[in-house]
DNA sequence: CGGGAGGTTGAAATCACTCAATTAGAGTGG
DNA sequence: CCACTCTAATTGAGTGATTTCAACCTCCCG
């Protein structure tokens, strides 16, 4: 059932690190349910006590805060392949919402099935433990840009970033990327207003660094947007590279 | 050797989740040098390849990323029992630097024991697991008060987080821990100036929430610096309180 | 051809930064 | 025990980045 629904993930997980066969397998057999989801809808919220995992199968989500004045932040942005909830399996209580920035096709996984995968593939287990660090790299690198960085600086880093990491799952070509954000969930994820961002997305335009349409951004000057952002992909610890 | 040099490490995993004999024993068994360090040296630095895992046994270190200008963003204090650089077991390449903050000791337990207790211990690898997951969370905790809170909210939630933590192992008592920090590291955890940090300690003091002398702090309104701080220590996940 | 979400613009206000000078403290050597 | 020194804390004034508020525009979709 889950055969070809589970693909993204598989896709996801080889881009930092190679599978067996035999592991490949058991990932196909992982049984699952297949959940579509509308656009800015809430996936999980903070407070819930999941009994299954989420991964994302097509579309976009993010992980995000509600402060008690209303302000948002945004912690992470989630591509297709991504297991949107694996603190689930060992923290009981969520402390973060998930929410979705396109309409998307979920996976949902019940805790069981995972725990009985970890408990059989050690890789597989090292594998999602890697994925963790990794995402904990990346929170690292946005407390950089949101803490140190400029506007135009953290802009710049967030595209590539994203660019980056939609070309290691296939979903970009020629640093080119079907972006759902807008300019308030990009403010949201770098702590500024959208007034704000879309002065800065007026400047990297002006600068011939990017072109952007309302849902599709395209680094025309990819070496000089990475210069702009002091982005340097090695903290992203790819496999291979698109 | 290790016997009761270890013991942080103990406490520390214990403070989020329980450990059998058996798995106690097992952490006491584990091999390691105790290596001491001076203040503000680097223990670890990004581009490294660690061969070894750091164990702070006693101290205080921090997390950090340096700038191409210079600056400075502190991503994550270390507190005694923490494993510092635990992502170089499955991440080959260090993507962050780690510093002394105070005269510390160290343990250094070779990656392949390391790998060992994970292998025959599976329990112990969910604990380091669910530890890397709770600083995840401490990490998007992060996020949210460098882009949304201002100054003095921000502040005051890291005091709140840093006395958390230092109860969970019994290095605060009465809300008061000894803090090694300058308003500069302060400064550069939070996204500030140190001379906006001196300004913002002195209305903390103002209104009554803190005393802080050079190197101990002590929140004299607990509940206060919390409301101000917007704290709320459940994205902790302690499994008792002190 | 509305209606609504999201993008754009301008002006005023604010928070936080930089620069630069001064003071306080802790440690050291004589 | 006192000068000396270094680091860290403090202060004031001027600047700059980013926010807020409020209005207006534009595009997409039904």
Redo the contacts with the bound molecule.
Sequence with gaps: MGSALIDPLTRKLESFGSLSTVEQAALRRTEGTRVPIER?HDIVSAGDQPRSVNVLLEGFACTYTLLPEG?RQITFFHLPGDVLDLPSLFIPVMDYSLCSLAHSQLLRIPHEAMLALFHEHPRITHLFWRETLIYAAIFREWMVGIGR????A?VAHLFCELIVRMQAIGLAVDHQVDLP?????I?DAL????????????ELRGAGLIKM??SRLRAIDWHGLCDAGEFDDSYLHQQQMG
Tied chains: 1, 2.
Excluded at 149 to 152: L, V
Excluded at 191 to 202: A, D, F, M
């Design positions: 800015h302000k960085r400029p506007a135009f953290s954000l807008t300019q308030a969930d403010g702590g500024l207003s959208s007034v704000h961002v879309n002065r800065t997305l007026q349409t309302r």
